[in-house]
């Protein structure tokens, strides 16, 4: 780690930002910036709450934690950044990567370890947000859609 690095939680580090960036000069509390909507992989099939229940969790632990730092790096690369401890709506899109028959809380379940991920990046409790999720259109290799929106609405 760099001197221009500053560790987050969960490990995942984050170029450090001058100490007023993102401040409101009439709040002073750092404010989130309308809607960002990031790009994410799709959730690997060791994942699926389904293909947990068959095995001892060691065996799908290298995978959770793999893909909750890619997630995270992903999320960096797209200028994903820390925000103030808010109440945040995130709409996930699930666009997987053939036309198998999916249910969203499966899905969801899988995608755990990304939004883990983007607590980490973000630095919010995850308790604090609302979700909502649908199925989207096929896409190669599959993807997460995830638009996030801030603001006394979101709980």
């Known amino acids: 780690m760099t001197a221009q690095e500053t560790p987050t939680r ?15 000069p009439s709040l002073g509390k750092p404010a989130f910036l309308g809607e960002r909507t990031i790009v994410l992989p799709w959730p690997p099939a060791a994942l699926s709450p389904n293909a947990k229940r068959r095995g001892h969790w060691r065996a799908y632990a290298p995978v959770t934690k793999a893909y909750r730092h890619d997630c995270a790096v992903e999320a960096l690369a797209q200028g994903l950044r820390a925000c103030p401890d808010q109440p945040l709506h995130l709409s996930l899109t699930f666009c997987p990567p053939d036309n198998r028959r999916r249910d969203l809380d499966g899905m969801l379940g899988a995608f755990k370890a990304g939004l883990d991920a983007l607590s980490d990046v973000m630095g919010v409790d995850d308790s604090r947000w609302a979700l909502s999720i649908r199925k989207g259109a096929k896409a190669m290799r599959g993807l997460v859609l995830v638009s996030i929106t801030g603001g006394a609405d979101a709980d």
């Open 10 to 24: 969960g490990g995942i580090s984050a170029p450090e930002a001058s100490p007023t960036a993102g401040l409101s």
